[in-house]
């Protein structure tokens, strides 16, 4: 499965999620590939200190290169890559219907999909009930950006749990 993780600068939530998702199917043998990018980008931009720390503070996440890390553009080539785009707020939900409307139908707000996709479907099934609801920024995932290092933790430890049941959802399906 071809997943893109969406925040606005990815420097951030976008960051920590793919290098999860990322851990979880190395771990699980997962046939995943993931990408990170934004809605609004400094293209070429290193990850913050602080996301890298919040990084290094979640032990189950084992050894990456962060600092190859660099800032990335959503483009029309990762909509079209992408299976799903697993967004952090209802922002970027709506950044991809209005500049890629063929990415409408597999773009979805992490924290909705993990809370109302029905569990006993299939990643598709899920997937398609989801995508086409309109997104609440009540599952919006807070962006740390200007916050302090316990910030950025929080943040990690959020989307730590949220990617794990994320996987437990997706299963390794591909789409």
Known sequence: M???TLCTGNVARSVMLAYMLTTL????????????????VIEGSAMSSRTRDALLGVSDLGEHRYGAHRSHQLTIEDVTWADVIVTSEANHVHFVRTN??????????????????PRDASFDEQLGVVAV???????DVDDPAGGDQETYDACARDLWAMAKD????????CT
Do not use: C, Y
């Open 2 to 4: 071809n997943i893109v």
């Open 166 to 173: 994320f996987r437990a959802m997706a299963g390794g399906e």
């Open 133 to 139: 609801r309109e997104p609440s920024k009540f599952f």
């Open 100 to 117: 890629f409307p063929n990415g409408t139908l597999k773009s979805v707000l992490l924290q909705q999909f993990l809370r109302e996709a």
């Open 25 to 40: 199917a190395e771990v699980d043998g997962l046939d995943w590939q993931i990408r990170s990018a934004g809605t609004h």
